[in-house]
């Protein structure tokens, strides 16, 4: 069965903090991972993709232990508008089949002033 | 601007009413997929549709009946709801690579929908 964890928070942090938070997923087949932001009553927008050598974009930092089938995204000097819900995002491969996504329920940050 | 477009933005209908919900992609892509997203659940896969055909229907009810009539455009037809069909449902579109892995999906803003 396939599962993303993710601790629903909320996380409430002051403007400027560093936060980092994790996902766990179940299924070692996985190849895709994201991460995905959803403001209140809007749609997911991919946030970033996690590579294996984990990647870098600006103040946001993602990582993947295949080891540990975890990923984790870092926040640097946190911004209010940074305010959101994190959805941790995993691909499994179906062997060929065309598949969707398996979303975590999400992580809600709060930034503070 | 995502590119992906989600027709009514909000319905509200009786349970014996017949509606649909429709969805249009302009990114060029060749999957398209139907959400559900309920509160404090995580997104439900509904149906998957790959070069225009369905590929995955997660055991969704038999009240809920998608069309692609071309990979640009999906419909879900619905009929005979239940408050707890409730919920918004996200329409996505994304580009099929090699071995059948899914690229990125990018999503529309969603139908809020309310059955009485």
């Known amino acids: 069965r396939k599962e993303v964890e993710q601790d629903p928070g909320p996380f409430n942090v002051p403007e400027g903090a560093t936060v980092a938070f994790n996902c766990t997923y179940s299924?070692?087949?996985?190849?895709?991972f994201f991460w995905y932001r959803q403001d209140c009553r809007k749609e997911p927008k991919l946030l970033m993709s996690?590579?294996?050598s984990g990647n870098e974009d600006g103040r946001f930092t993602a990582q993947l232990n295949r080891a540990s089938q975890y990923i984790s995204l870092l926040i640097r000097d946190s911004k209010l508008s940074d305010s959101a819900t994190y959805l941790c995002?995993?691909?499994?491969?179906?062997?060929?089949?065309?598949?969707?996504?398996?979303f975590g329920k999400g992580t809600h940050l709060i930034i503070q002033p | 601007e995502t590119g992906v477009t989600q027709t009514p933005r909000h319905l509200v209908m009786g349970m014996t009413n017949k509606k649909s919900l429709k969805c249009e992609q302009h990114?060029?892509?060749?999957?398209m997929y139907w959400y559900k997203q309920s509160a404090k659940k995580p997104l439900e896969l509904m149906f998957v549709?790959?070069?225009?055909?369905?590929?995955e229907n997660n055991s969704v009810p038999s009240r809920f009946s998608p069309e692609c009539p071309n990979s640009s455009h999906l419909f879900l037809h619905l009929h005979t709801l239940q408050p707890e069909d409730s919920a918004l449902y996200l329409c996505?579109?994304?580009?099929?690579?090699?071995?059948?892995?899914?690229?990125?999906?990018?999503f529309g803003p969603g139908t809020r929908l309310t059955v009485l």
């Open positions: 995002v995993v691909n499994a491969d179906s062997g060929g089949g065309a598949d969707g996504l398996t």
């Open positions: 549709y790959s070069l225009e055909e369905r590929v």
């Open positions: 996690v590579y294996s």
């Open positions: 990114l060029g892509h060749n999957a």
């Open positions: 299924n070692s087949a996985s190849q895709s």
């Open positions: 996505a579109s994304s580009l099929m690579v090699a071995g059948g892995l899914t690229d990125t999906q990018y």
